[in-house]
């Protein structure tokens, strides 16, 4: 045995959720970026949302501080009805 340490890998986001709550982020980040291809950011009040499948009253939103064009399946914020991050994220969001 020797005595070195591999770090462990962070968990992905895709590895931390459901494969429904998985194709839901993949939707609504390809829905932010056609928005921006369209040029219509100005008209949805800078934000889309997405209500999570499952049981619990959770939303994904766009994290502050991201053009549309960057928004991706693993930087959308969940949100509890309360607007809460449930869920450990690097981002925060303007609730």
């Not at 959720?17 to 040029?39: I, N, P, Q, T």
């Not at 619990?56 to 960057?70: C, S, T």
């Not at 930087?75 to 009805?81: A, E, Y």
Request: glycine share 6%; hydrophobic share 40%.
């Amino acid at each position: 045995m020797s005595g070195t340490v591999t770090p462990l890998k962070p968990r992905s986001v895709r590895d931390q959720v459901s494969a429904g709550e998985w194709d839901a982020r993949v939707d609504l980040a390809a829905c932010y970026r056609l928005v921006a291809r369209m040029g219509w950011t100005d008209l949805i009040y800078t934000h889309i949302s997405m209500r999570v499948p499952g049981p619990e009253h959770h939303f994904l939103i766009n994290p502050y501080g991201l053009m549309f064009d960057e928004v991706t399946a693993s930087s959308l914020v969940k949100v509890d009805l309360d607007g809460k991050i449930v869920m450990e994220t690097p981002y925060s969001f303007n609730p």
